[in-house]
């Protein structure tokens, strides 16, 4: 079987685990935490302070979104996204706001964005979609525009690049996970990117139930004992189990994950373009790319035929993702989003992890032509 994703850990994941438990002796939140934030900020080029770690990518999203509105403002979301965008804007009391994508970037439609503009509109929350950051010029300008706050989803883009600058070393708030089979883990994790002082600051305060400064004490294996608490906040600070996974993980990106997906990618790429009835997603030209997913447009009704024709020989595959805007808690599809209602007919994301071998790659791509020739 050749599966769609693969969490890549190993000894050395197993030995960081293992000094934690056996050395450190803090398993909640203490210095590896710290140690994880700052090599996360060194790999991005920013401050330490700016690094926020939390337990999921969704907390990153919902505590981001938190702090931005009032219940019942309005948050753009392309409906192309992950259930979580959706439902960290909605336990944060916000109300999204489905987005068409544009058909060949599958990023947020900044013209169905503006129509959907309301005086309740306060935040923009961009997808990097099968880590495409793109037009994010533009994306920014929008925002300038329309006086909202962005909030970046960039789940699938840990160690991408944006006009040579990595995602989360520029812009407004930038929220990362770390999940199992993201482009690096912590077994399970999150981080906010931030740079406004007063807002780190409710960052680190909310991650542990808006314990006014605990996050420091908690670096050097203290806690508050006298403290004030003027928000509600949440449990969502991240273990030392968890940033001991994450700093291995992040040692090995650069000369590992990254190269091996990106040399994938490009053989996927190379194989498919001339395919008849497929379309590739087309990426931004400033954008350097780590993959985390690869997704391709089947035309003309073939998608579900080829998915099983892909099954039949043991190859796995994904639908990323359903839309929204079709779920129950979010309307059941009574607004229409005509585009990418289409899209989600078509789309199909192909096996793609470090273990993947150039083989394995090419085997599907010559299932896939032989099938649509
Ligand atoms: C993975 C993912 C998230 C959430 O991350 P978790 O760490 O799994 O909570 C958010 N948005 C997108 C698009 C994702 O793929």
């Not at 990362?176 to 990117?193: Q, R």
Request: proline fraction near 3%.
């Amino acid at each position: 079987m050749i599966r769609l994703s693969k969490s890549i850990v190993g000894q050395d994941e197993l030995n960081a685990v293992s000094k934690v438990i056996l050395e450190n002796g803090y398993l909640g939140m203490g210095n590896e935490v710290e140690k994880f934030e700052l090599e996360i900020a060194n790999y991005l080029n920013i401050k330490p302070q700016n690094v926020i770690c939390v337990n999921t990518g969704t907390s990153a999203l919902h505590l981001s979104v938190e702090l931005l509105i009032e219940k019942g403002d309005e948050v753009l979301v392309p409906s192309l996204t992950f259930i979580s965008s959706y439902q960290a804007i909605s336990a944060a009391g916000g109300v999204p706001i489905s987005c068409e994508v544009y058909p060949d970037s599958l990023t947020i439609d900044l013209e169905d964005a503006k129509r959907k503009i309301t005086a309740k509109t306060k935040v923009i929350m961009p997808v990097h979609y099968a880590s495409n950051p793109y037009d994010l010029e533009n994306l920014y300008n929008f925002a300038k525009l329309y006086k909202l706050r962005v909030v970046e989803d960039a789940a699938h883009a840990f160690g991408c690049s944006y006009n040579t600058k990595k995602i989360g070393s520029f812009g407004d708030i930038i929220c990362f996970s770390f999940d199992g089979i993201k482009n690096i883990t912590s077994g399970e994790g999150g981080a906010i990117v931030a740079f406004n002082d007063e807002e780190i600051e409710y960052f680190k305060d909310a991650r542990l139930l808006s314990i006014e400064k605990d996050s420091e004490k908690r670096y050097s294996g203290g806690r508050s004992w006298d403290f004030d608490v003027k928000k509600q906040g949440y449990r969502f600070h991240m273990s030392n189990i968890f940033a001991a996974i994450g700093r291995v993980q992040l040692t090995r990106l650069d000369v590992e994950f990254s190269p091996k997906r990106k040399l994938l990618h490009k053989i996927y790429k190379e194989n498919l373009n001339n395919t008849p009835n497929i379309i590739l997603q087309k990426t931004d030209n400033n954008s350097d790319i780590v993959p985390h997913i690869f997704v391709i447009r089947v035309l003309h009704g073939l998608r579900d035929s080829m998915k099983l024709k892909l099954e039949e020989n043991n190859i796995s595959t994904g639908l990323h993702y359903k839309p929204n805007h079709l779920l129950t808690f979010y309307g059941a599809g009574k607004e229409k989003l005509p585009i990418t209602e289409k899209i989600y007919s078509e789309i199909l994301t192909l096996p793609l992890h470090p273990a993947l071998t150039i083989e394995e790659v090419e085997t599907i791509c010559s299932i896939i032509n032989k099938f649509l020739k």
